[in-house]
């Protein structure tokens, strides 16, 4: 499988700055990347699929101004949460699809104070 | 509408006893089935998965899981639970793209 790495793998921010979370494709290139983000017991939530070299897909409901995402090459994708609020407060967890199966990041713990 | 269902919500077993974790799917085809693992503030890591052929797929740690079309469903088991499985479960689908069960949460009683 594919070995996925994020970082930070948590952040504290205060409401209204902008936060980047970096996800790496350590020994394979993606160019599709997932971004998905799960609330507390909850499921996760696919939020936006990563294109290298192009415009990101984002799933419905998902602001894509408020979540932007780069896939500058074909190991890095990033998302930043601008403007960050409390409701963004979330676990966000990245992915890369290998073979047919999907393999993910350990995940970054956001927290908006 | 597609979706995963995954039943129940927390199971608990004692170790050493079988388990299976309940996973349906509503989908037009076939889709790609998985089951994920999940330790409390950690990512998802890879138990299984079933793309075609043999309908009884064995995954690592112990666990299998067996597609039956009739019944739209892919059940993980594991014939002896171990303290180290408490976690929480999560099958998924591929369709287009991948998306998941509620998840179960495992509690294993000593």
């Known amino acids: 499988g594919a070995v996925v790495s994020q970082h930070p793998s948590w952040v504290i921010c205060k409401s209204g700055t902008s936060v980047k979370i970096e996800c790496r494709s350590l020994?394979?290139?993606?160019?599709?990347m997932f971004w998905y983000r799960q609330f507390p017991k909850q499921s996760l939530m696919l939020m936006a699929t990563?294109?290298?070299?192009?415009?990101?897909?984002?799933e419905q409901g998902v602001e894509k101004d408020k979540f932007l995402i780069n896939h500058a090459s074909l190991t890095l994708s990033t998302l930043t949460v601008t403007s960050a609020h409390p409701e963004d407060s979330s676990f966000y967890i990245c992915s890369v699809r290998a073979g047919g199966a999907q393999y993910f990041g350990p995940g970054t713990r956001l927290t908006v104070l | 509408a597609q979706s995963v269902t995954q039943p129940d919500i927390h199971i608990t077993v004692s170790e050493g006893a079988s388990l299976e974790l309940r996973c349906n799917y509503s989908y037009g085809a076939t889709p790609y089935l998985f089951w994920y693992v999940q330790s409390p503030g950690q990512g998802l890591q890879l138990l299984l998965k079933?793309?075609?052929?043999?309908?009884l797929v064995q995954g690592i740690k112990g666990f299998e899981a067996e597609f039956k079309r009739s019944q739209s469903s892919f059940n993980l088991r594991k014939p002896s639970v171990h303290w180290s499985d408490a976690a929480e479960y999560f099958c998924a689908v591929v369709n287009n793209d991948m998306r998941f069960g509620a998840g179960t949460r495992l509690t294993v009683k000593p």
């Open positions: 990563s294109n290298e070299g192009s415009k990101a897909t984002y």
């Open positions: 020994d394979f290139q993606a160019t599709t």
């Open positions: 079933y793309f075609s052929g043999d309908t």
